[in-house]
């Protein structure tokens, strides 16, 4: 299974930035897909998040700014982050959680793809 993401940049802030991740591979079907984000520290923090039944969730700073969306036919998610701040900028990692008959559930992870607000 690969995750491919994308749409990462150097952007100012107040302006908006969309990121996609697309999920290829072998396995069974999908469950939850998210975007989780790494800045200067060692953590990663939950973005965004949104299950096998469309229902999301999101991190504190990013309610009512970041949306993400689902488009089940392609596997694919969009993270579409509006009034960008300098406190976004981060390394994203898309993420996935699949399961696959005499497998199991597995969790997967996108190579990252860096956004940068500039003030």
């Known amino acids: 299974v690969q995750l491919q993401a994308s749409g990462g940049g150097l952007v100012r802030a107040g302006e908006t930035l969309r990121l996609s991740c697309t999920v290829s591979?072998?396995?069974?079907?999908?469950?939850?897909m998210a975007w989780y984000r790494q800045g200067s520290g060692n953590q990663r923090d939950l973005v965004a998040k949104i299950g096998s039944d469309d229902k999301t969730e999101y991190g504190e700073s990013e309610k009512g700014r970041f949306f993400i969306v689902k488009v089940a036919l392609k596997n694919t998610i969009y993270l579409h982050m509006g009034n960008l701040e300098p406190a976004d900028t981060a390394v994203y990692y898309c993420?996935?959680?699949?399961?696959?008959?005499?497998?199991?559930?597995?969790?997967?992870w996108g190579q990252g793809t860096l956004v940068t607000v500039s003030s």
């Open positions: 993420y996935a959680d699949t399961w696959t008959v005499n497998v199991g559930s597995q969790n997967h």
């Open positions: 591979g072998r396995f069974g079907y999908i469950n939850d």
